[in-house]
T-cell receptor, first 115, second 109 residues
């Protein structure tokens, strides 16, 4: 397996534009996490899916952020409209079952810059 | 309130030195994870451990469940070990990981 695949690796966009980040988890993993990493706050959970269902979205900052997982092999994180404070590295991670007893595998991340 | 505390935040070592990074946590856990992140790079899982000690090459991770403390050791450090090392523990629900702030390691040739 190629691991968790994220795209794009880098995204530069203007404030107000819509941004869509994509993630393909490892085949067979039924848990998917979206994290945001900034210098100030480190890694923060945005949303957690289990079996394609959003279980915990308490970390989604506001209505501008939305995430979907239409099937077991694909998830998107959308920001509309984007703002400069959304600039960060966004990581997708997957695991066999949650975070309690199984290892999580991270994608390479998407570095988002909103100007 | 930080569920996970790491120390030191920054560490500079000479090549060949023995390195220790510490992690303390306040929640009850089933397993603790050590992660590595190179500058501008992705996050790689180094260890997942729930008791005792694990060893991969020059890396050794230990955990003391009673004291809620884990250490990551690097023997014979090398410049390619330069990275940020992050300790992570799962939440009680398993819905997320709590991460330490990371230890930025620089190994000088």
């Amino acid at each position: 397996d190629a691991g968790v695949i994220q795209s794009p690796r880098h995204e530069v966009t203007e404030m107000g534009q819509e941004v869509t980040l994509r993630c393909k988890p490892i085949s067979g993993h039924n848990s998917l996490f979206w994290y945001r990493q900034t210098m100030m706050r480190g890694l923060e959970l945005l949303i957690y899916f289990n079996n394609n269902v959003p279980i915990d979205d308490s970390g989604m900052p506001e209505d501008r952020f939305s995430a979907k997982m239409p099937n077991a092999s694909f998830s998107t994180l959308k920001i509309q409209p984007s703002e400069p404070r959304d600039s960060a590295v966004y990581f997708c991670a997957s695991s066999l079952q949650g975070a309690l007893i199984t290892e999580a595998f991270f994608g390479q991340g998407t570095r988002l810059t909103v100007v | 309130k930080n569920e996970v505390e790491q120390s030191p935040q920054n560490l500079t070592a000479q090549e060949g030195e023995f390195i220790t990074i510490n992690c303390s946590y306040s929640v009850g856990i089933s397993a603790l994870h050590w992660l590595q992140q190179h500058p501008g790079g992705g996050i790689v899982s180094l260890f997942m451990l729930s008791s005792g000690k694990k060893k991969h090459g020059r890396l050794i991770a230990t955990i003391n469940i009673q004291e809620k403390h884990s250490s990551l050791h690097i023997t014979a450090s090398h410049p390619r070990d330069s990275a940020v090392y992050i300790c992570a523990v799962p939440s009680n629900t398993g819905n997320q990981f709590y991460f330490g702030t990371g230890t930025s390691l620089t190994v000088i040739p």
